[in-house]
């Protein structure tokens, strides 16, 4: 039975490695930008003035993304394929850092530090949409085929246009549905002059 289970996993690892699909690979890089202040309005003030700028708002955190495909097109009797397809996704997310935290309260710690946690949160889940994108994408390219490759990559380039738009529309909404939870941390509430 060992024998039969090492055979069927040999011949599983020969088809796999026989197999040219898509890949998405990412890496992620945190950028700090250091607010100072001694109370949650002043490092609130603080993040909207050395804080990022997304679509042209203020904005506490960001996560900016780049995209690059790698691949070639094959022209093999009548038909084009894509061979070695990647998508390498940059991630760099910008994140406030207090300079000293010490001078908050304990209450105003464990605020910041919940709202911290939530930014982290926030920020990787736009990491996440941007992968399943990519991901959705990858598997639509990897099946594509056309009977030239100037038609292929018109196709490829649409399907790449489409992901954009889509991921954008997706991202946008989440900011959206989560700008109303970031107003509720007890910290940005403290920090707006309203009660925990």
């Given amino acids: 039975m060992k024998c ?3 055979a069927a996993s040999v011949l599983l690892l020969i088809l796999s490695l026989s197999r040219v699909e898509a890949a998405t690979v990412s890496t992620t890089k945190v950028v700090y930008f250091t607010v100072g202040g001694g109370t949650p309005t ?3 003030r ?3 003035h050395y804080g990022p700028r997304v679509g042209g708002s ?17 022209q093999a009797g009548g038909s084009c394929h894509v061979s070695g397809y990647s998508i390498h996704l940059t991630f760099v997310i910008r994140r406030p850092r207090i300079a000293n935290v010490g001078v908050l309260s304990a ?16 920020e990787n889940e736009h990491k996440r949409n941007w992968l399943n994108c990519a991901a959705h994408l990858d598997s639509e390219i990897a099946r594509l085929s056309a009977s030239s ?17 889509s ?3 997706l991202q946008h909404s989440f900011d959206a549905s989560d700008s109303r939870a970031l107003e509720q941390q007890p910290f940005m509430v403290h920090a707006r002059g309203r009660d925990f």
């Fill in 4 to 6: 039969l289970s090492l």
């Fill in 167 to 169: 991921c954008d529309a």
């Fill in 46 to 48: 603080a993040i909207l």
């Fill in 42 to 44: 002043e490092i609130f």
């Fill in 58 to 74: 203020q904005s506490i955190a960001s996560i900016g993304t780049k995209a690059i495909e790698d691949g070639g097109l094959k």
């Fill in 149 to 165: 490759c100037g038609q292929l990559a018109s196709a490829a380039n649409g399907l790449w246009q489409k992901m954009l738009a």
């Fill in 107 to 122: 209450a105003d710690r464990a605020a910041w530090q919940q709202m911290n946690d939530f930014i982290i949160r926030h």
